[in-house]
Every structure is written in structure tokens, then in C-alpha cells.
């Protein structure tokens, strides 16, 4: 039966600084994950060949370099744009930004970055994406928590309003199995 294997990337340098967005690379902690990878999808994927998509920015392909299948680069998949707060922390956000700072909390799923993006316009960019995935077998996604919130949102049924709540830990792979009456989810944590 085809599956779809979502994964965040590993730890950034950024997430350790609790920075939002950029493009930086792999902390020590994820780079162990980027090792660990392709043992926990042969654990969850067998022998299935499998496909590996992930976005142009460089930490989720140094998440998938040591993984021994094709792999395809989606611009679709990067990170919601955070616009002018891309490389701040939220408390930086909060200090310049303050009302931008409450209009998030407030409508978390319509709120624009300025200059970015909000979960409402990454739900319509994935579009091709979600048309991609239905066509094809075997996938694993190596992407960006707010872009795997929206795809887990879709195939788990969930309003896509409800998608900036899901729950996307790092270094945690995720099986779907879409079944006859809902998608059947296997989550395996590395040990790290
Ligand atoms: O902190 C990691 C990150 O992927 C940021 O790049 C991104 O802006 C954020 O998570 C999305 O999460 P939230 O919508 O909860 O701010």
C-alpha cells in the first residue's frame, strides 16, 4: 500500500539560536539525524524504494544526504515566509512588531508576515504539491514545520484553519497510510 514518510529537518543553527526562517545549516544534533535517517526509514519503509522531495533551502537537503534514494528539490516546499522577521526570535518580534506580534496570535492561520507569507498562502502554494503526492508512491517529505503542519492538516482530515496547531516535533519520522475510513499515522522518535 503507498505511504507518505514526512520528517522535518534536523536541529538548525537557527533553531538553537530560536531564530525564525533563514537558511542555515544543520546544528551537531541534527546533523546526528541526518545519520541516524535512513536507518529509522528502512525500520518504518522495508525495502520500498522510495523517493525523497525536499525544499531548496540547505538544511533539509543535509538532513536527506545520507538517504540512498532519488531525490527531487520543490521551491513549493520551503518555509513559510516570514518576511521582514525572518531571522528574528519571537521576542525580537514582539519588541519591534508588537501589534504584528498580537494580529498572529490572534488569527494565527490569515496572518501575513509583512513581506511574507501566512498558513493560508502556503495551503494554496502547496496545491501542485498535494496533486503530486496523490499521484505518486512512496514519498518522504524532508521539509519545514509549517509547510509539514499544512500536509499533515490535508491528509489527516483536518481543517486546514487548525493546520498552524499541529504538532510536527523535530527528529520525529512520521508514516501516513491513507486507509478506507482515515489515514493511519505511525510516529518513530529518534533516539538523539
Ligand atoms: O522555528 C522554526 C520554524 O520553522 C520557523 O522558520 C517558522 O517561521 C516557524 O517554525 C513556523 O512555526 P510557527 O507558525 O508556529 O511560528
Given at each position: 500500500p503507498r505511504c507518505i514518510w514526512l520528517s522535518r529537518h534536523g536541529e538548525s543553527v537557527y533553531n538553537v539560536e530560536k531564530k525564525i526562517g533563514g537558511d542555515s545549516?544543520?546544528?551537531?544534533?541534527?546533523?546526528?539525524?541526518?545519520?541516524?535517517?535512513?536507518?529509522?526509514?528502512?525500520?518504518?519503509?522495508?525495502?520500498?524504494?522510495?523517493t525523497v522531495w525536499t525544499s531548496t533551502l540547505c538544511?533539509?537537503?543535509?538532513?536527506?544526504?545520507?538517504?540512498?534514494?532519488?531525490?527531487?528539490?520543490?521551491k513549493a516546499l520551503d518555509e513559510l515566509d516570514a518576511g521582514v522577521c525572518d531571522g528574528m526570535t519571537y521576542e525580537e518580534i514582539e519588541e519591534k512588531y508588537p501589534e504584528d506580534f498580537k494580529a498572529r496570535d490572534d488569527d494565527k492561520y490569515e496572518y501575513r508576515?509583512?513581506?511574507?507569507?501566512?498558513?493560508?498562502?502556503?495551503?494554496?502554494?502547496?496545491?501542485?504539491?498535494?496533486?503530486?503526492?496523490e499521484r505518486q508512491e512512496n514519498i518522504l517529505i524532508v521539509t519545514h514545520q509549517a509547510v509539514l503542519r499544512c500536509i499533515y492538516a490535508y491528509f489527516m482530515n483536518v481543517p486546514q484553519e487548525?493546520?498552524?496547531?499541529?504538532?510536527?516535533?523535530?527528529?520525529t519520522l512520521i508514516r501516513l497510510e491513507p486507509r478506507a475510513y482515515g489515514t493511519e499515522v505511525t510516529r518513530i522518535k529518534a533516539d538523539i
Amino acid at each position: 500500500p503507498r505511504c507518505i514518510w514526512l520528517s522535518r529537518h534536523g536541529e538548525s543553527v537557527y533553531n538553537v539560536e530560536k531564530k525564525i526562517g533563514g537558511d542555515s545549516s544543520l546544528s551537531p544534533r541534527g546533523l546526528q539525524y541526518a545519520e541516524k535517517l535512513p536507518e529509522i526509514v528502512r525500520k518504518s519503509a522495508g525495502d520500498v524504494n522510495l523517493t525523497v522531495w525536499t525544499s531548496t533551502l540547505c538544511r533539509t537537503q543535509q538532513t536527506a544526504q545520507h538517504l540512498p534514494y532519488k531525490q527531487l528539490q520543490w521551491k513549493a516546499l520551503d518555509e513559510l515566509d516570514a518576511g521582514v522577521c525572518d531571522g528574528m526570535t519571537y521576542e525580537e518580534i514582539e519588541e519591534k512588531y508588537p501589534e504584528d506580534f498580537k494580529a498572529r496570535d490572534d488569527d494565527k492561520y490569515e496572518y501575513r508576515y509583512p513581506g511574507g507569507e501566512s498558513y493560508r498562502d502556503v495551503v494554496i502554494r502547496l496545491e501542485p504539491i498535494i496533486m503530486e503526492l496523490e499521484r505518486q508512491e512512496n514519498i518522504l517529505i524532508v521539509t519545514h514545520q509549517a509547510v509539514l503542519r499544512c500536509i499533515y492538516a490535508y491528509f489527516m482530515n483536518v481543517p486546514q484553519e487548525e493546520s498552524p496547531w499541529m504538532s510536527i516535533p523535530l527528529h520525529t519520522l512520521i508514516r501516513l497510510e491513507p486507509r478506507a475510513y482515515g489515514t493511519e499515522v505511525t510516529r518513530i522518535k529518534a533516539d538523539i
